[in-house]
């Protein structure tokens, strides 16, 4: 399995290889991004366009990786209600199999002849 996935692992980057090899003067060439919130205007200084997209990368891992804490904060939560719903139920099941054990010694036959 290991083997696998090294192999993948090369072809992926030689995929990303030959991206940057063949897409090289449009990843250097120097670009400014202008981003307009209707109060103000922000400039970045010119940059080359393969660090301008890492950036956007980068970001989008940040943006993804709260919704995900999020999300995992919620489904952590519930988790502890649901443990708490399975110790609540496994606590009546005990005490309906006490009252149970307690009626059939009650009710036995033995006790009556």
Same mark, same amino acid.
């Given at each position: 399995?290991?083997?696998?996935?090294?192999?993948?692992?090369?072809?992926v980057f030689v995929?990303?290889?030959?991206?940057?090899?063949? *897409?090289?003067?449009?990843?250097?060439? #120097?670009? !400014? %991004?202008?981003? @307009?919130?209707?109060?103000?205007?922000?400039?970045?200084? $010119?940059?080359?366009?393969?660090?301008?997209?890492?950036?956007?990368?980068?970001?989008g891992l940040?943006?993804?990786?709260?919704?995900?804490?999020?999300?995992?904060?919620?489904? *952590?939560?519930?988790?502890?209600?649901? #443990?708490? !719903? %399975?110790?609540? @139920?496994?606590?009546?099941?005990?005490?309906?199999?006490? $009252?149970?054990?307690?009626?059939?010694?009650?009710?036995?036959?033995?006790?009556?002849?």
């Amino acid at each position: 399995m290991n083997k696998i996935k090294f192999v993948i692992l090369i072809i992926v980057f030689v995929i990303i290889g030959l991206f940057v090899w063949d *897409n090289g003067a449009f990843l250097l060439a #120097k670009n !400014s %991004i202008s981003l @307009n919130l209707f109060i103000k205007t922000y400039n970045t200084p $010119e940059l080359p366009t393969g660090i301008i997209l890492l950036i956007i990368f980068f970001a989008g891992l940040l943006v993804a990786y709260v919704f995900a804490l999020f999300e995992r904060f919620r489904l *952590n939560a519930e988790i502890k209600g649901l #443990k708490y !719903s %399975i110790d609540s @139920n496994i606590e009546k099941i005990a005490e309906l199999k006490n $009252e149970v054990v307690s009626l059939r010694n009650k009710f036995s036959p033995e006790q009556k002849e």
